[in-house]
């Protein structure tokens, strides 16, 4: 079997974790004898700084796109390109515009904390003996982000008026709400949605729709919570969440808290789904759920364990190759069971090792065999 993906390292340690992913993705190409041929192009500020200023999404960076099986995403942004106009600014003019582009309306973001790891977690341990393991499921290309109208005017009384327009079809809802049913049937069948339907038209036509799409999942226990107690929830009890499907607002906002309960971002993938074609895979972009990370740049520190598992995530709903996914995993984890830790993860506790990135990379390919 052979597949093409578009890589797009960007910025940032953006660069430096995927060098390391596509060594690792390498590796378990030719353990489980698969080919895979990937290019690199230029994303986000690289892009900017290549093109004057001009854009950080090429239009032959898109071709490139059109063209693989999946995007292997790294990350985009700096202070560098703060003052830019913001419809060219690295994240809005470049991940908004490729999640548009190919209809990636699906992000599923876990939020997972390795029972080895509960330390390094803001919550008490005591609340987490076992870890946790949730996957948010947030809906991707409506919502406010994307709503029109959009304005910012000055009233004639010389007051400043802006105005965001929160847009939901029941359609949309629906698509969504059965990838999040779809995730839950394959874990442990219990599923949260959340809204805020005591205030907002948009939050009772999702509600709706969630219940009446649950009758198509019958073995799902379905939950309803709204966002602002899902994210106390989400601190108080993070071990009792399975699945939550939520929003784009809402779902940006809690999968963010999801990584910070996790202990660090570093170890957080994500993907961006479309529809599913007729082989039961998805077209997608993967990436990290953390940032470019300015300031840790070009020294050799950054955990590339989220990259790593993004090539997972990539294998198994994009490249269909969920045995070879299931081996990555296994490796991260074996990697982080014997005590290595990057600096975000090393605490100096007795049985941590702490090393960088090339080491922690080494550590899981060697656990690859």
Known sequence: MSHTITILPGDGIGPEVMDVALEVLEATAAKFDFQVSHSNHLVGGAALDATNNETPLPQDTIAACEKADAILFGSVGGPK????????????????????????????????CHPSLTHASPVKNELIPDGFDVLCVRELTGGIYFGQPKSITELPDGDIEAIDTMVYRKSEIARITRIAFTAAMGRDKRLLSVDKANVLQNSVLWRETVIEVAQDFPEVELEHMYVDNAAMQLVKRPASFDVLVTGNLFGDILSDEMAMISGSLGMLPSASLGNVKDNGLYFGMYEPSGGSAPDIAGQGIANPIAQILSVSMMLRYSL?????????????????????RTGDLFTGAQGETKVNTAEMGAAILKNLG
Not at 320 to 340: N, P, T, W, Y
């Open 320 to 340: 269909g190759e969920a045995a070879a996914a299931d081996a990555i995993d296994a490796a991260v984890q074996a990697a982080i069971d014997s005590g290595l």
């Open 81 to 112: 390109w703060e003052n830019l106009p913001p419809d060219i600014q690295p994240e809005r003019g470049a991940l908004l515009p490729l999640r548009k582009h190919f209809g990636l309306f699906a992000n599923l973001r876990p939020g997972s």
